[in-house]
């Protein structure tokens, strides 16, 4: 998410979802790191590349799941760049008949959609090549891999917001955007 958004409300929710939104209406469980995340992100990364081929552009393993030692909740969050990720045509029939459900269209925040798998605890997020959300992505998860402060900051939050009743957990993820913009900010690269 990038660190200027605001958090969503639930008509933006319901507005995204594909399917019915479900309600969380819980705490957060959050699991220590697990040596296996990136054995399973790898998994699903030749899993995409044998349905898409090289309209997958990029693929990379983002989130908490990808930085060691840092507690996530343990779905395993990826990006996939494609051409164009309006272009649902492209890429969505080789996704769904690899297995991916399409669950959320956001036409108004960088084209972005996201996937699920009924096998697997993974969140498939595609983007357009060129699109800023990637490089935030990324460029967090390399300052939480390289910074042993904003990692140990960024736990801390997560853990301190993952004992609060959420009723979606979209208001979780958004509960973090102010200490991802001030991590992001450290990088040197705009939030």
Request: proline share 5%; glycine share 6%; charged share 30%.
């Amino acid at each position: 998410m990038a660190p200027e958004q605001t958090p969503m409300t639930e008509e933006q929710l319901r507005a995204a979802v594909i399917g019915e939104l479900q309600t969380h209406d819980a705490t957060i469980v959050l699991a220590d790191y697990d040596p296996e995340w990136p054995r399973l992100f790898e998994r699903e990364a030749e899993r995409i590349r044998g349905a898409l081929g090289d309209k997958a552009l990029q693929i990379e393993h983002v989130g908490s799941t990808s930085v060691p030692g840092l507690a996530a909740k343990p779905v395993i969050d990826i990006v996939l760049v494609v051409a164009d990720s309006a272009d649902e045509g492209s890429y969505l029939p080789p996704l769904e008949a690899a297995g991916y459900v399409l669950r959320i269209r956001e036409p108004d925040l960088d084209e972005h959609r996201m996937f699920t798998r009924p096998d697997t605890r993974i969140h498939l997020h595609v983007f357009s090549q060129g699109c800023g959300e990637i490089g935030h992505m990324v460029d967090f998860r390399d300052r939480l891999r390289e910074n042993e402060s904003d990692r140990e900051l960024y736990e801390r939050i997560k853990r301190d917001l993952a004992r609060k009743e959420w009723k979606y957990v979209q208001n979780y993820a958004d509960a973090k955007t102010e200490v991802i913009g001030q991590i992001l900010a450290r990088t040197g690269g705009s939030a």
